[in-house]
């Protein structure tokens, strides 16, 4: 088992930056994919950013402004999120995959015009 615990989200202004981390727990070893989804409110899951084999790919949506980065020393992965726009309004989930999937609580990020 994997357990993912998220935190730094909530209330900022339009291109304001927040970074959110994502700290894991248990079985950690031989993950093999590690990264970020969000759903806004009314809208499914989508991928932010996802790191597979140590090559990151961005939605487009947020290329240029997002970035994902690690501390394996503290298994946390990070997500820098700069200029923020109100459509980055979501809660945020971190997810793992080892021979299954794995997510976090969430976080909420909210993002004010």
């Known amino acids: 088992q994997v357990q993912l615990v998220e935190s730094g989200g909530g209330l900022v202004q339009a291109g304001g930056s927040l970074r959110l981390s994502c700290a894991a727990s248990?079985?950690?070893?031989?993950?093999?994919?590690m990264g970020w989804y969000r759903q806004a409110p009314g809208k499914q899951r989508e991928l932010v950013a996802l790191?597979?084999?140590?090559?990151?790919n961005y939605a487009d949506s947020v290329k240029g402004r997002f970035t994902i980065s690690r501390d394996n020393a503290k298994n946390t992965l990070y997500l820098q999120m700069n200029s923020l726009k109100p459509e980055d309004t979501a809660v945020y989930y971190c997810?793992?995959?080892?021979?299954?999937?794995?997510w976090g609580q969430g976080t909420q990020v909210t993002v004010s015009s």
């Open positions: 997810y793992a995959r080892k021979y299954e999937g794995y």
């Open positions: 248990g079985s950690i070893f031989g993950i093999n994919a």
């Open positions: 790191t597979i084999g140590g090559i990151t």
